[in-house]
Structure formats: C-alpha cells, structure tokens
C-alpha cells in the first residue's frame, strides 16, 4: 500500500490512500504517516487540514454531498441545504447525531450540465430538483436500511 | 512500435470496423453516466445479441458528446442519428429500427445549431472513439503527430510549429504557447519536467474532466510531444481526486500506451524516453496555480510562492518545468499533425484556434461545446444554447469562475476571445460560461464568488487572506440590506488594493466578480444598499429593517 518509495513528497498519495481504507484521517494515522515517511507531524497535519478532500472526521452512514458550484448554485442548491437543514437539522460538513447522515459540500462535481448535482453515497444525481433530491436522501437514510 | 508498426494497428482496426453495418454509440462520460447511460449500454448490448445483429452492429462506448442536459444520449450510425433521453426499456426499439426509420420519439434533430455550428479539434474524437481502447484512438490517427515528430522532426521544429499556430495558454491566462515552451528548452540543467495541470476548479468548467474521461491518449501524446520538445523524461498529470472516472481511464491509458511501447524507455525505439505519473489533487483551487501545483506535486501544503523564477526556469524540484493545462496538451497533436499554418487559419487575429466551454446555468442547451475564437456570445448562447428556458430575460453571462466577471446584455454582440473579454472585464479563464437570467442576483452572485475566494484563499499572503474575508463581509452586509452608501466606495478601495498587493492570481483576480457586477449592475447594488430590497428577490433584506429600526 505504501510503495511509493517513502519519500517525502508521496505524503498526500498517502494521505488519499488511507482516507479511501478507512473514511477518515484520525490522530494515529496521520501520526503513523508522518513516521513512516520522515516528515514532521506538524508538517502531516498541516497537508491534511489545507485540503478540502480529507477529513479528519469520522462520516456518518450515509453521504450526501452538494454541488455548491456556480451553475447549481443559480439552479437551487442552496434550496438543497436548507431543506437538508430542515429535515434533518444537519448543516454542511457536520453528521447528524444519530450518525446517520452526513452533509457536505463540493466546490463543483463537473456536472454543471445537469445543476443542482448532488452526490448520494457515491450515486451522483442530476437533472433533479431540490424538492427530488431531498426526497431520495430521505428514502436513503431513514426508511431504506 | 515503429510508424509501419502503427499505421497496422489502424488498418486492422478500420477493417474490424468494416465489417459492422451500423455502430451505436452510448455516451459513458460522467454526465450520462450519472443518468445511468452504464444501463443503456447494457440493454442495447443485450438486445443486440437477442435480435441476433451481432455481426453488423457494435455497440460502444464512448466519450462526451456534449449535450449533456438530454442524456443519456445516444449516436446510430453510418448515418448519423442521435436519440436523447434514452432509457434502457428504449433499447429494444432502437435495435430493432436500426438501417430503416430511426425512433422519431427520441430523435434528437442533428442540424441543431448546437451541433453545426460548432469546430472540433480538440473534442474531435469525443463522441467517436472508445476512451479505454488505443486501438480506437490509433484507429482516428492518433499518435502518429508523436512519431512524426520523434522520426521526422527536431525538437526546435515542434516548437517552430506551435509558434507559428499560435497557439495561447488555455488555463485561463492565454499566456503564448510556443515561447513557454522555448523557454524551457532553453533553459539548462539535464533533468526536466513536464505538468499537466488538470486540476480543474472552476465552478462551472468541465471541459478538462469531459476532455481525460472521453479521450485520455490525447492528453498524454501532448504531453509526450511537449516532453521531447523541451527535452525532458518525466511528467506528471495533476488531477482533482474528485474525477474518479478520469483517474481510472488515465491509468488505464497509460498502462496501455506503455504496452505499445508509445510511452516509457526508448519511445519507438529512439533515445528518447518519457515516463508519466498521475499525482491527485484534494481539493484546494489555489493548486491550478502553477506554483502552488508544484508545491503539491512535491507533497506539501499547495502555497504559491513569487514569481520569478518562473517553473520554466526553476519548478519542480528547482528543476525546469513545462506545465500546460489538459486543453493546451489536448490541441498539441492535432497542431503537429496537420501543421501549425492550418491551426492558425482558424480564430481571430490574436487568438488562433477553437476554444471549448462548459455552457451551463440558465439556458436550455446545456453541455460542452467547442467554437471557433471570435463567434460571437449572442451566437453562443442563443444559437447554439438555445436561448433562456421558461421566457425569462438573459442578464448576464459568466466568464473565468471567481477570477472572472459578468458579461451584460448590451453587449451580447461582442467577439469570444481574449481581448475582447478583458476589455469587458471579464477573462477567458478556463472555459466555464454560465448563463443567469432575471432570477439571479448580481450582488448575490458576488458574494458567492467573494466567498469561494475567500474559503480558498491559502492564507500565504495577508492582502488575500484578510482582504477576502473583508470583501465578503462587505458583500453580506449588501445583500442582508444593512448596508449604507459607504459601504460601496469603500469595498471598491478595498478590491483595488487585493488586486494590486495579492501574490498570486487567485487574490489579483478575485475583486473581479465585484468589478464587473459593480461596473455593470450598479443600479442592483443600489437598489439593496437605499431601498433595502432586492430586485431578483433572491436576498432576504428583512435584516434591513431591523437595523433601522
């Protein structure tokens, strides 16, 4: 898993790889990371705090993530996140307490051609409108598993 | 590999193509995908197996073919029909119907304007080729501009034919392609490198992402053309990790031009060498700038750092470094094919070529287009985009992302290039172009961007990093309606000196946004500062009377 030569510079290849393993980056990863590659914990954390893409958070069950990009913005993605809100009192980037739903939000997916995009557990949704969207995260979450 | 060697490959390929009557091609780029065009292809390769047409009709899969907003979408050929909307339960008709009357239901007319009037070079195999097949890319030409240029061509020559194209930077800065590159082949040291910069971020660009997901050998013969150019044995692409199915198919590529012997030690049996690497991003929009990338390519925090010295001179490693984004390295073979003469044929005075863009937001066509530099914007969005959905009135268009501004009505009629936008305060950039209509508000829309900047900002350099943050501020404070009449001179003092104290592009150009909406909508800006309303009815200035009161 690690056989990018130990040198320094595959710190973030690394990084990716464990956030894809175990979901997150917690305290004795990033320590383990840094130790393996001689780079300083500081310097570990530093990288995965300035990146958007890790978290340092457990996620709940079940993702959502909301395009937040310009073209899905103009098309009702803020709809999306107060609706969210509203039904499952969750805010981007936080979990709901019960673990069951994460929030999150994109700069932009790339697929402005079918805004507002949202991606539901790695199932990307298009050409639907809020009121849509915030009906399958509901079947998801709560009456599915 | 030698040219005979390919020039075989091509010739089996298109007699294996031969032998099938009629070709159906199913979109599998991200935007289908997420439609689920995986399932149309399925059914239509199960319904051809079923109605027994297994000897005259292939069923592939293929890169975008731009109208993103019918997919999934499907091609029939010889000639060419194209259905919209496709289900899977549609697939047993479309069979069935193939080499007599196409499913009129479906059918998309395929003399839209959105089709005709585009010019394809860099997309010209998307839609065509299958994107996880060389064969098929060898098949449309491919990867004999490398061979050329490796048997019959000096370095010096390649880059002759470049400057002679034209060519400008397609990242958004329009920087001339030709003199870059003769700047790193001049420069001295015995290692040298050579980026691709796909770190596409944008909101509202897709045309890198559409670009790896339907034709990725593109890309990477760019690339290698660049690297015997300028002399260097190593590359690196530098892509988004949230473009998983660019990813796979640029490995996938890779690994299979490496077969071929098209990529790695002694390219076609010559002295020359190039390997290439893949380096995923993790979603910091500061890293498309080309220091910054650097800096995230050598595993640390993607801060930009002062320039000079360019990476031309000292990059990577302090190493000389080419870095291109994936549209310049997409329009390099096809450039070194056909000669740099032909490409400057097309596009205006000072920008040659085709541009391609991602048409989004509030018009009925949607999707990726490619266009001759200099159509005009009216023709954009009217004629190829189909005109404003529902009725509603066209307010502006939106160019470059967050370093970019907003284009009015009065003047739809201007030329798509680079000086024409920036004289109207707007820039290239990349290739987003977004549509508003009347629902949209302007001074909502800058404090969008105003907030994209400021959550981007790396936090190097004070000037962006406080100057955003205050911009916003100021921004929110307008559209909350709790604004009074300094705060509009005193945001425009703060935008100047962001713009004049920034270190990198990112804090020069995100005044921007606010520039142009201000320059353009001031009577909006107004409109929410003195009467506390907003005119699209997007802001919610309840806020405004409480303050008063």
Same mark, same amino acid.
């Given at each position: 898993m690690r056989r990018h030569g130990h040198k320094s510079h595959a710190l973030i290849e690394t990084l990716h790889t464990v956030q894809e393993s175990f979901g997150y980056l917690d305290e004795d990863a990033l320590r383990y990371v840094s130790a393996c590659l001689r780079v300083p914990l500081s310097k570990a954390y530093g990288v995965a705090t300035f990146?958007?893409?890790?978290?340092?958070k457990p996620q709940g069950k079940h993702t959502c993530v909301v395009c937040m990009g310009t073209a899905c913005y103009i098309k009702g993605a803020p709809q999306i996140i107060a609706g969210l809100d509203a039904m499952a009192q969750v805010k981007p980037g936080e979990t709901t307490e019960d673990g069951v739903l994460s929030v999150l939000t994109a700069r932009?997916?790339?697929?402005c051609g079918l805004a507002p995009a949202a991606v539901l557990d790695g199932e990307v949704l298009g050409k639907m409108s809020p009121a849509d969207i915030l009906d399958r995260v509901k079947e998801m979450a709560y009456n599915g598993s | 590999m030698v040219p005979e060697d390919l020039r075989e490959i091509a010739a089996a390929e298109q007699e294996a193509n031969k032998q099938y009557e009629h070709t159906v091609h199913v979109c599998v780029a991200a935007g289908c995908l997420s439609l689920q065009s995986d399932k149309v292809k399925t059914a239509l390769e199960a319904q051809v197996k079923e109605q027994g047409k297994e000897d005259c009709c292939k069923v592939r899969g293929v890169g975008c073919m731009g109208l993103c907003s019918a997919g999934p979408l499907v091609k029939v050929g010889p000639d060419p029909v194209m259905y919209r909307?496709?289900?899977? *339960?549609?697939a047993p008709e479309i069979v069935q119907n193939l080499g007599k009357?196409? =499913?009129?239901?479906l059918m998309c007319p395929s003399d839209l304007p959105f089709f005709s009037r585009q010019v394809k =070079? =860099?997309? *010209?195999?998307c839609g065509e +080729?299958?994107?996880?097949r060389i064969e098929d890319y060898i098949a449309a030409g491919g990867y004999s501009a490398l061979l050329k240029a490796l048997t019959e061509m000096t370095p010096p020559e390649v880059i002759d034919e470049l400057t002679k194209s034209g060519i400008r930077g397609r990242?958004?800065?329009?920087?001339?392609t030709g003199i870059k590159w003769s700047t790193v082949a001049k420069s001295g040291g015995d290692q040298k490198y050579v980026i691709c910069n796909?770190?596409?971020?944008?909101?509202?660009?897709f045309m890198d992402r559409s670009v790896l997901e339907s034709d990725p050998h593109r890309v990477l013969e760019g690339m290698a053309l660049g690297a015997y150019a300028v002399g260097a044995n190593q590359g690196y692409l530098y892509v988004r990790a949230e473009y998983p199915l660019a990813i796979k198919r640029l490995r996938t590529a890779i690994r299979q031009a490496e077969r071929q012997g098209l990529?790695?030690?002694? +390219?076609?049996? &010559?002295?020359f060498s190039f390997h290439v690497d893949i380096r995923l991003g993790?979603?910091?929009?500061?890293?498309?700038e080309e220091t910054a990338l650097i800096a995230s390519i050598e595993g640390k925090r993607g801060t930009p750092r002062p320039r000079p010295p360019f990476p031309a001179v000292?990059?990577?490693?302090?190493c000389p470094t080419l870095i291109n984004n994936v549209e310049t390295f997409a329009n390099i073979a096809p450039i070194v094919r056909r000669g740099g003469e032909w490409y400057a044929g097309i596009g205006t005075e000072k920008s040659k070529g085709t541009k391609v863009f991602a048409l989004a937001g509030r018009v009925e066509n949607t999707g990726l287009i490619e266009v001759p530099m200099g159509m005009s914007l009216r023709d954009i969005v009217y004629d190829i985009g189909g005109g +404003?959905? *529902?009725g509603k009135q066209y307010k502006a268009v939106q160019t470059g992302g967050p370093s970019g501004g907003c284009i009015p009505a009065d003047q739809l009629?201007?030329?798509?290039d680079y000086e024409s936008l920036f004289k109207a305060g707007s820039i290239m950039g990349s290739g987003g172009m977004i549509v508003m209509d009347e629902t949209s508000c302007m001074v909502d829309v800058a404090r969008f961007f105003m907030e994209f900047c400021m959550s981007e900002?790396?936090?190097?350099? +004070?000037p962006c990093r406080v100057g955003t943050a205050q911009m916003h501020d100021l921004l929110e404070a307008i559209t909350l309606g709790q604004? &009074?009449? *300094?705060t509009i001179p005193m945001l425009q003092e703060l935008c100047d000196l962001v713009k004049a104290t920034s270190l990198c592009g990112l804090g020069q150009t995100s005044p921007n946004p606010v520039y142009s909406t201000l320059r353009y909508f001031k009577d909006e800006y107004m409109a929410h500062v003195?009467?506390?309303?907003c005119p699209a009815g997007v802001?919610?200035?309840?806020?405004a009377k409480e303050a008063a009161a």
């Open positions: 990146y958007h893409f890790f978290s340092l932009c997916l790339g697929s | 909307d496709v289900t899977p *339960e549609d009357d196409p =499913v009129k239901r =070079v =860099v997309l *010209e195999n +080729i299958d994107p996880e990242g958004g800065a329009g920087f001339p796909a770190d596409e971020g944008d909101p509202g660009a990529l790695g030690s002694n +390219i076609c049996g &010559t002295q993790a979603g910091a929009f500061v890293c498309g000292s990059g990577l490693w302090g +404003i959905p *529902e009629d201007m030329s798509v900002s790396c936090g190097k350099c +004070i604004a &009074t009449e *300094e003195l009467e506390g309303k802001c919610d200035t309840k806020g």
